[in-house]
């Protein structure tokens, strides 16, 4: 009876390790992912990557520009109708939440329409969330460099009903939260309250004040 018992217990247990495995590997399932375990296991994806870019000024930048800050970064275009407006809000609202320790945190927007976002828009644009908010564009091979690196996803859609029978474009609405070495952090999706993204920012920048 007891042998049983206990047969009985190993074999929920191997099932629950098995199920709660299977889970975990799903959840880091992706495309680029293969299918076996030990890849899944031992392969590192990686988001984020160098990148050459123009920022609002017209100046030059490169990721090696914001090492020694953290980097909260977001992928939009200046005539997104709502999407792009509320990420950036939120994340200033959560940059003000921290007050002087959001010093250590560089908000940046990378732009995935280049082609209406010169630098003279980007100027126009990032003025209007926090003030020291950096709006990058480039070319676009720049740009779609830079998104796959951050495994960012962009389509232009048209928009036949919209003003001027333009475009919209449709993208990734995470934030992203890159460490003081350039480094992916964490991602913040596009539900994340500015509260709760300013705790986990607390977080992760007291975690580097005490090394
Ligand atoms: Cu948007």
């Known amino acids: 009876m007891t042998r049983t018992k206990k047969t009985i217990a190993f074999t ?22 293969a299918d076996s375990k030990q890849t899944a296991t031992t392969q590192t994806v990686t988001t984020g990557g160098r990148f050459m870019l123009k920022d609002h000024t017209g100046r030059v930048r490169t990721d090696q520009d914001f090492q020694g800050k953290f980097m909260l970064l977001y992928f939009g275009y200046t005539y997104c109708p709502d999407i792009c407006p509320t990420s950036l809000q939120t994340m200033t609202h959560a940059l003000d939440l921290l007050g002087k320790d959001a010093d ?17 828009v980007l100027r126009d644009y990032v003025g209007a969330f ?5 709006g990058l564009t480039g070319s676009q091979v720049a740009i779609n460099s830079v998104a796959k690196k951050f495994r960012v996803k962009f389509a232009k859609v048209a928009d036949a009903g919209g003003i001027n ?11 992203f ?14 539900a994340t309250t500015a509260k709760q993204m300013a705790a986990k920012l607390r977080e992760y920048t007291t975690k580097i004040k005490i090394k």
């Open 104 to 120: 250590i945190i560089q908000p940046v927007f990378i732009s995935v329409d280049p082609e209406r976002d010169t630098v003279a």
């Open 177 to 190: 939260l890159m460490g003081i070495d350039g480094k992916f952090v964490t991602r913040f999706s596009h």
């Open 12 to 33: 929920c247990m191997s099932i629950g390790i098995s199920i709660g495995m299977s889970i975990g590997l799903t959840s880091l399932s992706s495309p680029s992912f």
């Open 130 to 134: 926090h003030p020291r908010l950096i």
């Open 165 to 175: 029978d333009d475009y919209v474009v449709d993208h990734t609405s995470s934030v």
